[in-house]
Each structure stands twice: as structure tokens, then as C-alpha cells.
């Protein structure tokens, strides 16, 4: 069974920092695209991602967090983390994590086919 377990959300004001892990169990995680994508309540989930890694380490970032978030993965404990600085308070949202198969890069939502349950970021000014 395949299980993506986020952790790491938290309040935090302006100018601040957060690290979210998320822990994968139930898949080759070392051969796996992983991505953070996220969801403002109210809006549907952004279609890309705003971080992703592919299983050979190519990394990329939406313009929105370019500079600011830093993705990485620790193939040893099948876990992805996202370090997330100079938080803003258009940064709140539900953060997930989500695993696909798919050689190369994947950057949009439909190409992922295991997702998390999330873990909520409030940025308060």
C-alpha cells in the first residue's frame, strides 16, 4: 500500500522559515518523480507543482517560490523535504506532497498518481 505522509506545517508570521518532510512507503521511492504542489482553501490545487525532483536529481520550481524554496529528497529514509524560506503570507495554503512513475520530469498534478493528505502552512503578516 502506497502511503505519502506529510509533516512539518505550522503558523508562522512573515519572514520566516518552515521545513516539510514527507515520508514514502509502499514504492521504489529512489525511482520516483517527487513533487510539492499546493492549495489555497477556497481554490483548486494549482496544476504544477511548485517544486518537483525527479529520481535523478533534476530539480525545478514555479517562478512563484524560485529563490526562496529548496526541494530535496534523502533516498536513505524515503523522504522529500521542502525547505521553505522568506515565508509571505500568499504562501498559506495546504502543502502536499505526490509520487509518479513517470521517467524524466513530471511537473503538472494530472501526471501524479500518489498524493499525501497534506499538511497546512498559515503566513501571517
Known amino acids: 500500500q502506497v502511503q505519502l505522509a506529510e509533516s512539518g506545517g505550522d503558523s508562522v508570521y512573515a519572514g520566516g522559515s518552515l521545513k516539510l518532510s514527507c515520508v514514502v512507503s509502499?514504492?521504489?521511492?529512489?525511482?520516483?518523480?517527487l513533487g510539492w504542489f499546493r492549495q489555497v482553501p477556497g481554490a483548486e490545487r494549482e496544476l504544477g507543482a511548485i517544486a518537483g525532483i525527479s529520481d535523478i536529481g533534476t530539480i525545478a520550481y514555479a517562478d512563484s517560490v524560485k529563490g526562496r524554496f529548496t526541494i530535496s529528497k534523502d533516498n536513505s529514509r524515503n523522504t522529500l523535504f521542502l525547505q521553505m524560506n522568506d515565508l509571505t503570507p500568499a504562501d498559506s495554503a495546504m502543502y502536499y506532497c505526490?509520487?509518479?512513475?513517470?521517467?524524466?520530469?513530471?511537473?503538472?498534478?494530472?501526471?501524479?498518481?500518489?498524493w499525501g493528505q497534506g499538511t497546512q502552512v498559515t503566513v501571517s503578516s
Open positions: 505526490a509520487a509518479t512513475p513517470k521517467v524524466g520530469f513530471a511537473r503538472l498534478a494530472w501526471e501524479y498518481n500518489s
Open positions: 509502499g514504492l521504489p521511492f529512489a525511482d520516483y518523480c
